[in-house]
């Protein structure tokens, strides 16, 4: 019950405070001694102890305990089977006593340590209903189909959600499109199926799923892991160290499992369903993708889009052509994009339809530099590099510019887009203490790529990726040029030719596929992206020895290659101009899950300057805000209506969205329903030549006549000037009422 009462009092203290400061004390409650909520709530600056150690040796205490109670219960038995005397017996049994109460203690202190890394995870639950509810309820968005009890991964938004996610990609748009003179296109949702068959999507794009044998329910294979371990770690006092560093490092590992690997943890950790407990079949892919056929017939089949990607790639020829045949440009394209989630959950970051906000970026593989890097380079924020999180340790702060420089980032142009990335989403509003760019592991990424980081934002489900950046290589262009026998290619002329020693890879596909039938496609593949080294390695082998191994990453496995299913030469060869096929990199924005994460980091609650009540407060950027700016009439009077709807239609005339309330509630009202909406001005007019103009989150408030208030809104919506200069020029107005 105190621990209890705490926790109740700790939210209460966190949804008070602004997002930052919630969540760095989220952060310390997790590593609090015993009373950590009861100190957090009075002292939350306190320096705090390093509890993970301290639980680590609780575990360790505990299981010693149990094995003497263990012991000391087995001679009781023994003496009693022997027949001892009365005293020896009591003895032991004494004995037994005091050492299971020694247990009780320390059983007690280590589930009071687990108790608040749940006490803060409640909290966090707490605090995510309390903005769920918050946005249900103002129609930010609310669950698609809800009168036929809705569709699980699929929601609509209100007229607040669209319009902050037009403002969202508005942004977007302004801050990549424009600013980097992008080619933006538009293509179908509909893609016919040899377009995602040669891009890997028909036979890779998968989940791995597992079903209830009894019922047939299904459910994805990692969440269930990751639920397991996540509940024996938060619940099992008796947890040997060793099984604690084995879970936490399924749990660092567990995006680049198998489904072997998978399978065997589920069985060895006897994993039943969720629901009913019944055993689960073994793990097997899912494709995500929603099938469709075109026309009536039938005939065509075809996919709703996983990603908008493939569009592009499709028309690089035209777009190539478009920008005068020159390298580098980028491509971008906004749009719906499907996948048919297995069990979609955490509300809108993970559904199945979603917009996503693509860049395909081409370059010359050879100069992967960036003219532009140098704005970039001073910038400094947290990394969190493969090495770091192999080794289970903390993300670094560090320069982009070092970064790159060792190599961490692969290249310039990446790195540039990292950069971008993360003033992009600074500039949104996101937390950038809770902001960090995590390298993919290496077995997470396809062979082809050179390097990918996502931008992951933490929030109350964790931390969530919301941007992947990669360099693809010159994968897709390859793969739509050999399915569809049109080069998509690039070409660089020379002022004068070259004689130039060629690496010759010919694959003997018909050899090939007789020996390695359906994996003859990916050993060819990989053949062709052997660097010169490998190359002349393997014709060397063949030559030596008639057959050499060759590693195939995309089957995991190494085959035996004989001389007549390859040739490997080099030829001197007086070129004109060279023919290459272009390297990709690529940002992709998952729109949703930004959004998402930005009303949580927005999101506050603070008393009423009565006090009777908690106001929600979300503190959007004017730049994103659904609503500029809110007219209020002081008291309903029809010379005040008549100075509203003048400046309602001075205000549509400077292009700024807001909304006139005449309703006969206090003004205080008014002000908490437009903060709950996160407006971040409004106007109230109290006369016929001035009114005055209050900020959101500060309450201040300023004069301005009539004629100035569209202007001055406009120019701080704007981001021309902030309030803080505003406040300097106009006199302030401080209000004569209880109301805000």
Not at 267 to 292: R, W
Not at 688 to 701: C, F, L, Y
Request: charged share 25%; glycine share 6%.
């Amino acid at each position: 019950m105190h621990l209890i009462q705490a926790s109740c009092r700790f939210f209460k203290f966190a949804i008070q405070n602004p997002p930052r400061t919630r969540f760095q004390i989220l952060n310390r409650l997790t590593r609090n001694p015993i009373s950590g909520l009861e100190r957090v709530y009075s002292t939350a600056a306190a320096t705090m102890g390093t509890a993970e150690t301290d639980v680590e040796s609780l575990r360790k205490s505990v299981i010693e305990k149990q094995n003497i109670v263990d012991k000391q219960g087995d001679e009781v038995r023994a003496l009693k089977a022997s027949k001892a005397s009365k005293e020896a017996i009591e003895n032991a049994v004494n004995q037994l006593k005091e050492l299971k109460l020694e247990l009780q203690s320390v059983s007690k202190e280590l589930q009071s340590r687990l108790s608040e890394d749940s006490g803060a995870a409640m909290s966090k639950e707490a605090f995510r209903q309390a903005v769920n509810n918050t946005l249900e309820r103002r129609l930010f968005y609310i669950p698609s189909f809800k009168i036929y009890r809705g569709v699980a991964g699929l929601y609509d938004y209100g007229p607040p959600g669209c319009a902050i996610k037009a403002n969202v990609i508005a942004f977007w748009r302004q801050h990549y499109v424009l600013e980097e003179n992008m080619l933006e296109v538009d293509c179908p949702c509909v893609t016919p199926e040899v377009v995602l068959k040669a891009s890997g999507h028909v036979d890779k794009f998968t989940d791995l799923m597992v079903k209830d044998e009894k019922t047939g329910m299904c459910y994805r294979a990692d969440h269930l892991l990751k639920d397991y371990c996540k509940d024996k770690l938060e619940k099992d006092l008796l947890l040997s160290p060793e099984k604690v560093n084995e879970l936490k490092q399924v749990l660092a590992v567990l995006d680049e499992l198998s489904a072997e690997d998978l399978g065997a943890k589920i069985k060895e950790y006897g994993i039943t369903a969720p629901d009913t407990k019944n055993p689960l079949s073994d793990p097997y892919p899912f494709n995500l993708m929603f099938a469709t056929s075109i026309g009536p017939s039938g005939l065509s089949p075809g996919y709703l889009r996983p990603e908008t990607a493939q569009g592009i790639f499709v028309n690089f020829k035209d777009l190539y052509y478009y920008n005068g045949n020159k390298l580098p440009f980028a491509a971008a394209q906004i749009g719906q994009a499907f996948r048919n989630e297995i069990s979609p959950r955490q509300g809108l970051l993970r559904v199945r339809e979603f917009t996503l906000a693509e860049i395909e970026h081409f370059v010359n593989p050879d100069d992967k530099s960036h003219p532009k890097f140098k704005n970039v380079a001073d910038l400094e924020f947290y990394f969190y590099p493969r090495e770091e999180q192999m080794a289970l340790k903390s993300p670094l702060k560090i320069r982009l510019g070092e970064a790159v420089a060792k190599g961490t980032i692969n290249n310039e142009t990446l790195g540039y887009f990292i950069g971008r990335t993360y003033l992009f989403l600074a500039g949104l509003g996101i937390d950038k203490e809770r902001l960090r760019f995590r390298q993919h592991l290496q077995n997470e990424m396809a062979h082809y790529a050179a390097d990918c980081w996502d931008a992951e934002i933490e929030c109350s489900y964790g931390w969530v990726e919301c941007v992947g950046l990669a360099d693809r290589s010159a994968y897709d262009l390859k793969a739509h040029t050999e399915k569809s026998a049109v080069p998509l290619v690039a070409h660089e002329t020379y002022p004068e030719p070259r004689e130039l020693e060629k690496l010759v890879i010919t694959p003997a596909k018909r050899e090939l596929g007789l020996a390695f039938k359906k994996n003859q496609k990916m050993i060819v593949e990989a053949l062709e992206v052997m660097s010169e080294a490998e190359a002349m390695e393997l014709k060397a082998h063949l030559e030596s020895e008639g057959k050499a191994p060759f590693q195939v990453c995309t089957l995991g496995q190494t085959v035996t290659l004989t001389k007549d299913m390859v040739s490997i030469s080099k030829e001197i060869k007086k070129e004109h101009q060279r023919v290459f096929t272009p390297s990709v990199i690529e940002p992709s924005f998952g729109i949703g899950r930004i959004i998402y994460c930005l009303y949580e980091h927005c999101f506050y609650t603070r008393p009423s300057k009565a006090g009777d009540e908690q106001c929600n407060v979300f503190r959007f950027p004017p730049l994103l805000a659904p609503i500029k700016c809110t007219v209020f009439p002081l008291v309903q009077n029809e010379k005040y209506e008549v100075t509203a709807q003048f400046i309602s239609k001075s205000l549509t005339g400077a292009g700024i969205s807001h909304k006139i309330d005449i309703t006969g509630t206090s003004i205080g009202k008014r002000y908490a329903r437009t903060d709950e909406l996160g407006v971040p001005f409004a106007i109230t007019v109290d006369s016929e030549t001035s009114v005055t103009i209050r900020e959101r989150d500060s309450k201040e408030q300023i004069r301005v006549s009539v004629e100035e208030v569209a202007s001055v809104v406009k120019e701080v919506t704007e981001g021309q000037s902030t309030w803080a200069d505003v406040l300097w020029r106009y006199p302030t107005h401080t209000a004569n009422t209880t109301d805000d």
